[in-house]
């Protein structure tokens, strides 16, 4: 019973996010540095995407003076500006950090911006490894100021071990899934959730990252998860979801292919054991994250596929598209050959809307029930 009430502090505190990013009008300034772009900047831009009437400020020194619509094609006239110190006309009363280096690791300028934005009022939230409760000179700062600091990577404590709870599971579980990293599945899964709560589904939303976690407000940050723990933690997430659910829908992370980040795929895999699967593909590379050949999505899939029915079955339901590099035609194009070579509703959700794909997927829970 302790371990279970521990652990629900830990959910807890997640929703606790939620409830701060909802409950009143926030005034946030994301700080990215050198990475305001459709791909570093993950978290900030979700956050420009979806919640915009609350971002008051980019800050990103290399890129001063622009706003995000010129960066990202969306998020109207928000400012890009050169440091906090810039943001003393804007009020802000939280600074969220909106990429996230390799390793985590919070550099000696981001500290200086966290530390003045402290000074100023304001709370942080960091999706980093390294965590700012841990700190002591920021922790001792933020006391001294009021405000609060929010690691959205810090892993439940104690860990779920797997038990194989899938078997008994009678919700069913679509996963994201994706032929390299930053290819779009946060995205993916958020439009997915709220098409299908459009249509009045009962439908929950697994974060397990920092930008899905911010969103939703709940998740497990899996890859600040201890690898034998990884399948536990999801199965225990997906477990609490209430019985009235309809789909759990469960953000996916790295891909199978992406040799430096297959490891955390494969957790996801095995502890999700998903029902369904959408993949999730950029249209413009030709070469993955780790800088190796891309491989084709018939290849991709099977070994997704491969690993799941090892244990259950389990099918790809849909494509998603990343389409941002391409003009409206050549995309749409690519769309329909894709769609008809694998016989599978194929979008670019943000761009060209359903296309197929929620209908397929609303099918599939009819089908269930």
């Known amino acids: ?70 960066e990202l094609g969306y998020g109207g006239d928000i400012p890009v500006l050169e440091n906090f110190a810039s943001c003393n006309g804007f009020n802000p009363d939280t600074l969220v950090i909106g990429n996230a280096s390799q390793g985590g690791f919070i550099s000696d300028e981001y500290r200086n911006e966290v530390k003045n934005a402290i000074m100023s009022g304001c709370n942080i939230i960091s999706g980093m490894h390294q965590f700012l409760q841990d700190d002591p000179e920021l922790a001792n700062l933020a006391k001294e100021y009021n405000v609060t600091l929010t690691d959205l990577r810090r892993p439940p404590n104690p860990p779920n071990f797997p038990k194989g709870s899938w078997q008994n599971r009678t919700i069913p579980v679509l996963l994201i899934v994706g032929t390299d990293c930053d290819s779009g599945k946060m995205t993916t899964g958020w439009e997915i959730t709220q098409r299908l709560k459009e249509r009045g589904r009962k439908v929950q939303f697994v974060g397990t990252g920092q930008t899905g976690i911010l969103l939703s407000g709940s998740g497990v940050p899996i890859d600040a998860v201890t690898a034998d723990f990884m399948a536990g933690e999801i199965e225990y997430v997906i477990d609490q979801c209430p019985d009235d659910t309809e789909l759990v829908i469960v953000e996916g992370q790295g891909s199978l292919t992406n040799q ?78 894709i769609q008809a070579k694998h016989d599978l509703p194929t979008t670019d959700l943000v761009r060209f809307g359903e296309r197929e794909l929620i209908e397929r997927i609303d099918f599939e829970l009819r089908q269930w029930n």
Not at 13 to 37: D, G, P, Q, W
């Open 260 to 337: 430096y980040y297959a490891g955390v795929t494969l957790g996801l895999l095995h502890g999700s054991m998903p029902d369904f699967m959408i993949l999730t593909h950029d249209t413009n590379r030709s070469l993955d994250t780790a800088n190796q050949p891309m491989k084709s999505l018939e290849k991709i899939m099977s070994q997704y596929v491969d690993l799941v029915t090892l244990f259950k079955p389990s099918r790809f339901v849909g494509i998603n598209l990343m389409t941002v590099n391409l003009d409206e035609q050549t995309a749409l194009d690519i769309c329909k050959k």
């Open 1 to 70: 019973m302790a371990k279970f009430r521990r652990r629900c502090q830990i959910i807890k505190s997640n929703y606790r996010i939620n409830n701060y990013m909802n409950n009143t009008e926030k005034r946030i300034v994301i700080l990215c540095h050198r990475a305001f772009n459709y791909i570093l900047n993950k978290t900030g831009n979700m956050l420009i995407r979806y919640r915009p009437e609350d971002v008051v400020a980019v800050i990103d020194k290399s890129k001063a003076g622009k706003t995000a619509e010129s």
